[in-house]
C-alpha cells in the first residue's frame, strides 16, 4: 500500500514505511505526477516544469534516472525488468498509476463530491470533517513558486474553502451555530472577500443568541467588501440577515 501525501510537505510511504523519494528535483517529478492526477505527463512537459531556467543539455537523461530512481522507492520489491506498476511510462511520457485512497488530494476531493451529493447535514458534516483534516499545510508548499504547484494549489485551496463553508452550513442545519464562530470569524478575517463565509459567520452568530454581533458582522462585511470593491459588492449579494425568525430557524 503507497501513501503520498502532498496537502503539506510531500510525504510518500509505502507499506507503512516512509520512503526515500529523493532531492528536490526527484520529488518535484513525483509531485507534478501527482498533479496530473493520473493522466500522462510528456518527458518535454516535465523538464520544462523542472527547470525554470534554461535546461541542461542531459536533461533528459536526468528525468529517466529520476524516474529510475522513483520506481525503485514506489515498487521496492518489484522484481528486476518488471513492468513499472505504480509510475508507468506511456508515450509521450509518465503518469502515475495510484487510487484516491493512496493520495490525499485525490481522496478530498472526492470526498468533498460525494458530501455535496448528500442532503442528511449529520452525513455532510462527517464526510466535511474527514476531507478537511487531511490538509498538514498548504497544497504542494515546498514547490510554492513554480506554475503548475501554484496553479493546482490554487484550485485545492478554493475547493477547501468551499468545503468549510458547507461544513458550517451543515452544522447550522445541525443546530451548532456556536461552535463555527470562531471557525467562521478566522475564515473572513483570512479571506475577507468572501460573501457566503460573511454570511454564515452574521447567521451563526444569530442562531446562538449574539443579534448585535451577527448585525455588527454585516457592518463589517458591507465595509470590507465594498472597500475592496470599486463598484461595492453586487446586487443582490451584500450578507443580510434573515427577516425572521421562522428564516434563521434551526432545522
Do not use: K
Amino acid at each position: 500500500m503507497i501513501g503520498v501525501r502532498v496537502l503539506g510537505p510531500l510525504d510518500v510511504t509505502v507499506d507503512g514505511a516512509r520512503a526515500d523519494v529523493g532531492g528536490p528535483r526527484q520529488r518535484c517529478v513525483l509531485a507534478r505526477l501527482v498533479a496530473a492526477r493520473g493522466r500522462v505527463v510528456s518527458a518535454d512537459r516535465l523538464i520544462e516544469d523542472l527547470y525554470a531556467d534554461e535546461a541542461p543539455p542531459r536533461a533528459l537523461a536526468a528525468l529517466q534516472s529520476y524516474v529510475s530512481h522513483l520506481r525503485r522507492a514506489l515498487e521496492p520489491g518489484r522484481a528486476a525488468r518488471a513492468p513499472a506498476r505504480v509510475l508507468i511510462t506511456s508515450a509521450p511520457g509518465y503518469a502515475v498509476q495510484l487510487t484516491s485512497a493512496e493520495v490525499d488530494a485525490w481522496c478530498f476531493e472526492e470526498e468533498v463530491h460525494q458530501a455535496a451529493r448528500l442532503d442528511d447535514p449529520a452525513a455532510v458534516h462527517a464526510g466535511l470533517t474527514s476531507a478537511l483534516a487531511a490538509w498538514r499545510g498548504a497544497a504542494f508548499q515546498e514547490f510554492s513558486g513554480l506554475p503548475w504547484a501554484d496553479l493546482e494549489a490554487s484550485r485545492l485551496d478554493e475547493l477547501r474553502l468551499l468545503a468549510s463553508e458547507q461544513l458550517a452550513g451543515a452544522a447550522l442545519r445541525l443546530g451548532r451555530a456556536a461552535e463555527v464562530v470562531a471557525d467562521l470569524d478566522r475564515l473572513t478575517a483570512e479571506y475577507p472577500l468572501r460573501e457566503e463565509a460573511w454570511r454564515l459567520l452574521a447567521l451563526a452568530l444569530y442562531q446562538s443568541g449574539r443579534q448585535g454581533d451577527a448585525l455588527a458582522a454585516l457592518r463589517r462585511a458591507r465595509a470590507r467588501l465594498a472597500g475592496d470593491s470599486p463598484t461595492g459588492p453586487a446586487p443582490g449579494r451584500q450578507p443580510r440577515m434573515p427577516r425572521s425568525n421562522a428564516n434563521c430557524s434551526r432545522r
